[in-house]
């Protein structure tokens, strides 16, 4: 038996010690447990698609769905083949978990008492099956495939190739009409999955970036990571402290997984941003009787037989079950002869390795990242890695499939040989690259042009002015600090809105001169007091939507090539993500000469209705808040309790600072934000700056609920070094 010890500082965040990993993994476990028991299970329940047994009938479509993907039974087929120091690891933290529910965890939870329910003991399938879910939910592009399928339904293949590019005008020659109804995939599958947005991080975006020794006012690699993520109640991240006798490391981890997804050691300090890889597939299924009453799909060789399981569903005391069926290429998450449509992901179908986290915790060096890499297969991140010798590195990490036909932008017939995947990409062949000239590297979600090898890895990069940004930043001085580093992560400046205010001061005739004063004064900021920045986020919106008008769209096509998703359980398309570069081309192209004098109008219309005729008062964080969500803040009454702040905030889309809005003109609900930040000096060895944006405790009558949130939203951080501790805890762990 062994001795693992907890010690909470006064934001209660841990220092756990332990002899060994095993204890640490037992100690996370039921730290996870103590603070965030309720994410826990929701996460587990999720990615078994077993979410209406907590949240009633409301989620059985979300259910439907996640069964579907059949993340469990695969999380099943990982622990079969994990290796023995895994198995080991997963075990321990499992035991972790239970030992608090031993202890009458579930009691101390509010949700728990509200829905009159009661965890299972967690076990180490449960964690594998919680990576398989978020490696999902972080590669998640499909729904940009079904965009591109509903508009060639509405507009046709030929007018559709005009307003996506991306769209061969032939693409849909082999497609019958049948397949081509997306909105059968919205009305039957995915319609009713709004409650997932609550629980689960949806799509994300993010920044990281590391300067050499060279660069460093220190002389020691600085690196800095901010995730973002839809501000939810708890963050998705759980701030810890490891140490044993041979290693201390710390930063973000995941509840439900041991290790540290973004954080450092002594040796090193990594950061990941998604890589937005084409790691995911639809394919058009036809769909036929066979001789004995089965079901068979076409392929390139004939017909061959569907697989199918049944699923029973348990919801408000009523039980159903359904049939889930599943072919060569993935799952049908639309199964009505005679077409269908499957889904293949690498999250579906690529092993997962339950010990990759753990490594990162005892690198000591970027090659020892880079090892750690080469084995990750999801979700497709970006690596951006610096090491106390002075290394720094970004890697692209994944698996991505081999096409050598289809590209996979669109759905493509299960039949045609062409559009099959054939293998992964070569770990090797993956983007990297190690102490550039320049002396930094950065990511910020765009297609890494520098460390590309030439293998195909998809077409849906979002816009590169973040990454633009950060490469001026990082370019404009010799040598930075840790100081400069949060600064950057605090950015505002927008590259695509000081264009369009140039645009709008030269070319709107209809621009009123106390709104025309305010553009030309304007700093080029985001923030939520700038009146211009309001302007002009509206007008960029407005621009657009009446360019796509004049061209004889109609409204809700409108709204699609402006970014907005065709259900809750994607609520933004890719589309979203190139918006700014569709703006900024067009007016170098001069294509909305025609229409800025009626998006200035409707602008001004909006802002007058809004705030009424004074443009000083127009702004941006009047319209542009921060919310949170929570599975339970819509409850009538008791959802008070989970609703959080509710704040003005700046930033857009393209700003460092992101904080996006959904799309196609919901300025009032935020998308993305940096729900994490960390900023790393290699030359202190044991310290750094990190913060969240809510707080450790998932209870909201915890002190620690939301204690981080003022530091946050002030751009201020927490040190990493161990500060005074407020309360120990000792456990006995027996190795199971």
């Known amino acids: 038996m062994a001795s693992v010890e907890l010690v909470f500082d006064s934001w209660g965040i841990p220092e756990i010690t332990a002899p060994d990993p095993e204890g640490l993994a037992f100690g996370l476990g039921y730290a996870h447990a103590a603070d965030r028991l309720f994410q826990l299970e929701s996460h587990r329940l999720a990615a078994a698609g077993r979410l209406a047994e907590l949240l009633g009938p409301a989620a059985l479509d979300a259910d439907r769905f996640l069964r579907r993907l059949g993340l469990a039974a695969r999380a099943r087929r990982d622990w079969e083949t994990q290796p023995p120091d895994a198995a080991r690891l997963l075990r321990a933290y499992a035991a972790g978990v239970n030992a608090r529910l031993e202890e009458g965890g579930a009691a101390s939870v509010p949700e728990f008492w509200l829905l009159n329910y009661e965890p299972a003991p967690w076990h180490p399938v449960d964690s594998l099956a919680v990576g398989r879910l978020i490696g999902w939910m972080l590669g998640v592009n499909w729904e940009t495939e079904l965009t591109r399928l509903e508009l ?32 059968a995939v919205r009305a039957q599958v995915l319609t009713a999955c709004a409650r997932l947005a609550a629980i689960l991080p949806l799509g994300a975006a993010s920044n990281a970036w590391a300067v050499g020794p060279d660069r460093s006012a220190s002389g020691g690699p600085l690196l800095a990571a901010d995730p973002h993520l839809r501000p939810q109640l708890p ?56 001789p004995a009453g089965e079901l068979l799909a076409r392929t390139a060789d004939g017909w061959e037989p569907i697989r199918y399981r049944v699923e029973t569903f348990r919801a408000g005391g009523s039980v159903r079950r359904e049939v889930c069926r599943e072919t060569r290429r993935g799952p049908l998450i639309l199964d009505d002869p005679p077409y269908g449509l499957s889904l293949a992901a690498s999250a579906l179908r690529a092993p997962v390795d339950g010990s990759l986290l753990y490594r990162l915790l005892v690198a000591r060096n970027c090659a020892d990242i880079e090892a750690v890499v080469l084995d990750w ?34 759905p493509a017939p299960a039949w045609d040989p062409g559009a099959a995947w ?29 460390a590309a090898t030439g293998e195909y890895l998809g077409i849906d990069w979002p816009d590169p002015y973040r990454a633009a940004r950060i490469h001026a930043l990082l370019d404009g001085r010799q040598r ?43 700093d080029g ?21 009446a360019c796509f008008e004049a061209l004889g769209l109609d409204p809700a096509t409108t709204d699609l090539l402006l970014g907005q998703g065709l259900h809750p359980f994607a609520p933004v398309n890719g ?39 004074d443009p000083a008062k127009w702004r941006w964080g009047r319209v542009h808040r921060l919310r949170f969500t929570h599975p339970l803040g819509a409850l009538p009454g008791f959802g008070r309790l989970w609703r959080g702040p509710d704040r ?79 309360r120990r805890l000792r456990l006995d762990f027996r190795p199971p």
């Open 480 to 522: 930075h600090s840790a100081q400069d580093f949060i600064a950057y992560q605090q950015d505002l400046v927008s590259i695509p809105l000081s264009r369009l205010r140039d645009y709008a001061v030269q070319a709107a005739a209809g621009l009123p001169d106390r709104v025309r004063r305010l553009l030309v004064e304007w």
């Open 648 to 726: 003005p905030i700046g930033g857009d889309f393209d700003t460092v600072a992101q904080a996006s809005f959904l799309p196609p003109a919901a300025f009032e609900k935020t998308g993305w934000v940096a729900n994490y930040r960390q900023v790393i000096d290699l030359a202190e060895p044991e310290d750094g700056y990190w913060v969240i944006n809510t707080g450790q405790g998932g209870n909201p009558f915890s002190r620690h609920y939301l204690d981080q949130f003022r530091v946050w939203y002030r751009g201020q951080y927490l040190r990493m070094a161990p500060g005074r501790a407020v």
């Open 575 to 613: 589309f979203a993500g190139r918006l700014s570069s569709f703006l900024l081309t067009g007016l170098a192209q001069g294509i909305f000469d025609a229409v800025v004098d009626e998006a200035v109008r409707r602008t001004l219309t909006f802002w007058e209705r809004r705030a009424g005729r």
């Open 377 to 410: 297969t999801m979700p497709a991140l970006n690596f951006i890695v610096a090491d106390a010798a002075g290394n720094i590195a970004y890697f692209m990490a994944g698996r991505v499939p081999v096409r050598r036909g289809q590209t996979g932008i669109v």
């Open 152 to 183: 060639v339904r509405r507009l046709g293949p030929d007018r559709a190739a005009r307003f996506e590019p991306l769209i061969p005008p032939d693409a849909y020659s082999y497609a019958p009409d049948r397949a081509q109804d997306s909105a």
């Open 525 to 545: 900021t985001v923030r939520a007091d700038s009146a211009a920045a309001g302007f002009l986020e509206v007008l960029r919106v407005e621009l657009v939507r």
């Open 235 to 290: 963050v998705l991240w759980y701030l810890v402290r490891l140490r044993t006798p041979e290693f201390w490391a710390a930063g973000a981890s995941i509840p439900g997984l041991f290790g540290l997804s973004i954080g450092r050691n002594r040796h090193c300090a990594w950061g990941v941003t998604v890589a937005f890889a084409d790691t995911q597939d639809l394919f058009i299924e036809e769909i036929r009787p066979g």
């Open 422 to 450: 054939h293998g992964w990409v070569e770990p090797e062949r993956m983007p990297r690259l190690v102490n550039p000239p320049s002396g930094f590297v950065f990511s910020a979600n765009e297609f890494p042009a520098l």
